[in-house]
């Protein structure tokens, strides 16, 4: 799934996190694309702490 940006006067004004592609569609839907929707996961495969920039 790719959606583009619909910046508002060259910003963004919503960044969020969404649960489900389906749920990250309705996000952009209802912000009229002005938002950047980012979707949670559970799989973080080869992700230690370290390698992912935890400290």
Same mark, same amino acid.
């Given at each position: 799934?790719k /959606?583009?940006?619909?910046?508002?006067?060259?910003?963004?004004? /919503?960044?969020? /996190? *969404?649960?489900?592609?389906?749920?990250?569609? #309705?996000?952009?839907? *209802?912000? #009229?694309?002005?938002?950047?929707?980012?979707v /949670?996961?559970?799989?973080?495969?080869?992700?230690g702490?370290?390698?992912?920039?935890?400290?």
């Amino acid at each position: 799934m790719k /959606l583009t940006p619909n910046f508002y006067r060259d910003r963004v004004c /919503l960044n969020v /996190l *969404a649960g489900s592609k389906d749920n990250a569609r #309705e996000i952009y839907a *209802a912000a #009229e694309g002005h938002v950047l929707v980012g979707v /949670l996961s559970k799989k973080l495969s080869g992700c230690g702490k370290r390698s992912c920039g935890y400290a």
